[in-house]
């Protein structure tokens, strides 16, 4: 056999072996966080195989780069991340580590949700004097059922462009999934009908209450990532004293501020976590928001 | 035609394409005979335009395509983007999504830099008290072991380059300011990532630390990294010492590697190979160019001591190997071994002679280099004191053994989280005495064997604060053996210090350390030192690897 042939024998076999790879093995997509693998796994159903990297009661902001999770990005076709910023502490290490050029930012595979969407709190001045601030806007998108289908359709896209062969099962599951939030929101308006408002501990769940005009009495903490002080809370207190609401933190933030100020002000103080179950698919996603809507329209 | 009219005109006109889509080619006249109309007064902004314009025409076949959310957007994204790519040069109609193509264009929202480096600034300062005249604050870093002396003519500067001013953790009694650390890093283009990490000390002296470029685009899980860089070697090795648990090095790598540790100029290749569990396997060539680790003297001792000359570089290999089991969500686990080799080093021993007119066999050594006897010979006897200075070569290797358990406990500002790490260390190096006023040495072996373990645990007890405790030792072997066989004893310290993390930014830390250091063979000084430590953090938001 010449070298020749040789050559042309090896390259061919590449070939078949790069065209069964593509077909046959489901895309790996890894997500930073449940709800993103939820919709991961909704959209992409059995084309694709999600592995989620943070769980859901873990503050997203604060995780460290972890070597498991650097291998798992080694391999991955596409990162769904909910983005601006809020994973800046470890995602952009992690994907540095991983070595896959595939997933850099600017890349077919890498997703950001909070791109696809216009965001709440855009512009804050870039200034550490009022904390952890995010000039980009408010992260956490995942919180509104209504921006999670436009990224539920613009992630149909970008898997679509990463497996073209998957674009009507992915245009379909979106589809779906926009019709299973279509179904829920007139239950969600209704229970939502004259909430009387939520304090929360951080802005992490701006983006539900701005949807469902449930208002926002006030944040525990006074600057984003530090804690609250006795003097805000005392503030809050004497703010909404003969209101009623309800108190939501999430399960790491601390329980002494909620509980103090439910206590003054006989409210309930609830832990929430911002994310469905680590597995979850899309309908954990909707039952997440429920769990929201129930505990919003429920207050004392 | 009034300015302000002019302005409205135009912004209106320049909406135009993007309200009603899509655009006639009557519209595009009307726009290009406006802009033509500007353009005297304009010149310079549409040139500006234009450039942007081709740029974001490129972009425009990159970005997926984009509903209707552009409607809702902004109105200054709109007017912006339409400024940009429309009037000009436009015989094609853009879809209105590329109002968005300034934000989404990488798919990615950032505070963005607009082409500058992330740039990132950390202060380090401290007051620092020790019970003995603030001696300690150099003497940890100066344990005994039998192949590093010091004296006046120490071995200890490296060719070339003289460490002995700078150092980050030499502190004195009283105020102490460590160092301002200057990072810029960024994207150099879609090949590489490139950093720049300046210290600047309390003097004013600027000390490049690092200075590499690192691939991006590189098939199969493989990195190459060049420039001036920290070694991978071990694990606390990487680490910048605003990114330390304690507000000091720990005694091995402090004695066996230097105030900087294996910090070098070389090439690095990393592989992350496909397997079940995280495994980097590395190496690395340098220069050679060491504090400590593989020095090699100046020109002129190498003449005058017959050690030969620097050999051409590189001299100093590494081979690294990082395994992390996969454990539960909240867990995390690795493991790594390293092994260092210099090719080349050299060390100059001193030892002085104490002559009495009428015994010439009366010496007295500063260290624990017996050369037996037969010493003298052609000094000048009128000198009560002479020098002797043996000059030996060979080479260099050490090993790194390192283990770092993480547990995120999940609690509000770092509450219950715990880090477990703990290295060993083993320098060995294998030297031939060159030169020596006693000719008898010539010729014959050291081996000279000092190795070093620090284990340490930081844990959250309550929201911001951390509380750590480190054990550290230096030379549970330290001993020479070969032509001459000698062991010497051990210099060990246990340090408790207490952090309060504000915010992400900003660090107050209080430390305690009982020290028990080796300073020479039989003698020992045991002593207190306390820190009150701050490190501060200006600038983007940084993240640190594992």
Not at chain 1, 51 to 71: E, F, G, N, W, Y
Not at chain 2, 480 to 489: A, E, P, T, V
Request: charged letters at 20%.
């Amino acid at each position: 056999m010449t070298i020749r042939s040789f050559s042309i024998g090896v390259l061919a076999a590449l070939l078949t072996l790069t065209a069964w790879g593509s077909f046959a093995a489901p895309l790996e997509v890894v997500a930073t966080s449940p709800s993103m693998g939820a919709l991961a796994r909704s959209i992409g159903a059995d084309r694709t195989r999600v592995t989620v990297l943070a769980s859901p009661d873990r503050d997203l902001h604060m995780l460290q780069a972890k070597p498991t999770m650097i291998r798992a990005l080694r391999d991955a076709d596409l990162v769904v991340a909910i983005g601006a910023e809020l994973e800046i502490g470890w995602l952009p290490m992690a994907i540095g580590s991983a070595a896959n050029p595939r997933v850099l930012p600017g890349q077919p595979g890498y997703f950001e949700a909070a791109a696809q969407v216009d965001l709440l709190d855009v512009g804050a001045p870039a200034d550490r004097a009022q904390g952890d601030v995010h000039p980009v806007g408010n992260p956490h998108v995942n919180m509104d059922p209504e921006r999670m289908v436009q990224i539920a359709q613009a992630l149909a896209a970008q898997l679509a462009r990463l497996d073209p062969a998957g674009a009507d099962t992915y245009q379909a599951n979106a589809e779906h999934f926009a019709l299973a939030v279509a179904q829920r929101m007139p239950i969600w308006q209704e229970q939502l009908a004259g909430a009387p408002g939520a304090v929360l501990y951080h802005r992490d769940a701006v983006y539900l209450l701005d949807r469902f005009n449930v208002p926002l009495l006030g944040t525990l903490e006074e600057i984003p990532g530090v804690p609250p002080t006795a003097r805000h809370v005392k503030a809050l207190q004497d703010q909404l004293q003969g209101r009623s609401g309800i108190i939501i933190y999430a399960p790491y933030q601390s329980v002494q501020a909620p509980n103090r100020l439910a206590r003054e002000l006989g409210w309930e103080a609830v832990s929430l976590t911002l994310e469905p179950p680590m597995n979850a698919a899309g309908s954990d996603y909707l039952d997440h928001i429920d769990r929201w809507v129930l505990a919003l329209s429920q207050p004392q | 035609m009034p300015r302000p009219l002019a302005r409205i005109a135009i912004a209106t006109a320049l909406m135009t394409p993007v309200a009603a889509l899509p655009s006639t080619e009557h519209e595009i006249r009307e726009l290009r005979s406006l802009i033509d109309e500007m353009k005297t007064q304009y010149e310079r902004r549409i040139q500006e335009l234009e450039s942007r314009l081709s740029k974001a025409e490129q972009e425009a076949h990159q970005s997926a395509q984009r509903s209707e959310a552009a409607a809702a957007r902004a109105e200054t994204a709109a007017r912006t983007a339409a400024i940009e790519s429309r009037p000009m040069t436009a015989p094609t109609v853009v879809e209105p999504s590329e109002a968005q193509s300034p934000k989404t264009v990488l798919g990615a929202l950032t505070s963005g830099t607009a082409f500058n480096p992330q740039i990132s600034v950390f202060l380090d300062g401290n007051y620092y008290h020790d019970t003995i005249g603030g001696e300690g604050g150099s003497l940890v870093g100066r344990a005994f072991q039998p192949s590093r002396v010091f004296g006046d003519h120490g071995h200890d500067h490296g060719h070339g380059h003289d460490h002995g001013g700078h150092s980050h953790g030499a502190p004195v009694n009283g105020f102490n300011f460590t160092e301002a650390e200057i990072a810029l890093t960024g994207t150099v283009d879609p090949y590489f990532d490139a950093a720049l990490f300046l210290a600047v000390d309390g003097d004013g002296g600027v000390e490049l630390e690092e200075a590499y470029f690192q691939t991006r685009a590189l098939p199969a899980g493989l990195r190459v990294k060049g420039g001036k860089f920290l070694s991978d070697f071990g694990y606390i090795n990487k680490q910048h010492p605003h990114q330390w648990d304690f507000a000091d090095q720990n005694l091995p790598y402090l004695n066996l590697l230097g105030d900087h540790g294996l910090l070098d100029t070389g090439l690095q290749i990393t592989w992350l190979p496909k397997l079940p569990v995280y495994t980097l396997l590395g190496v690395e060539a340098f220069q050679g160019n060491q504090e400590i680790f593989g020095t090699t003297l100046d020109g002129g001792e190498q003449t005058e001591l017959g050690l030969g000359r620097t050999t051409d570089g590189p001299r100093l290999w590494t081979a690294f190997a990082k395994v992390s089991p996969n454990l539960p969500t909240h867990h995390a686990l690795q493991f790594g071994l390293s092994y260092a080799h210099n090719t080349q080093h050299q060390e100059v021993h001193e030892h002085t002679h104490q002559h009495r007119h009428d015994d010439h066999h009366d010496h007295d050594h500063d260290h624990g280099h017996g050369h037996g006897h037969g010493h003298g010979h052609g000094h000048d006897h009128s000198h009560r004191v002479v020098v002797h200075r043996n000059g030996l070569a060979g080479d260099a290797s050490l090993w790194g053994v390192d283990l770092v358990y993480k547990y995120d406990g999940g609690g509000a500002y770092g509450h219950r989280n715990l880090l477990f790490q703990t290295e060993y260390l083993r320098s060995i190096k294998d030297l031939t005495v060159r030169s020596s006023a006693h000719p008898e040495a010539i010729g014959s072996n050291r081996t000279f064997t000092t190795d070093g373990l620090y284990a340490q645990a930081v844990y959250g007890f309550a929201p911001r604060w951390t509380t750590g405790l480190r054990y550290d030792v230096l030379g549970l072997t330290n001993k020479i053996s070969g032509g001459r066989n000698d062991s010497f004893g051990s210099s060990d310290r246990w340090t408790f210090d207490v952090t309060w993390n504000l915010t992400e930014f900003s660090r107050l830390r209080a430390q305690y350390a009982y020290n028990n250091i080796l300073e020479s063979p039989g003698e020992r000084e045991r002593f207190d030192a306390f820190y009150l430590q701050f490190v501060m953090a200006l600038g983007s938001h940084g993240a640190h690897a594992f």
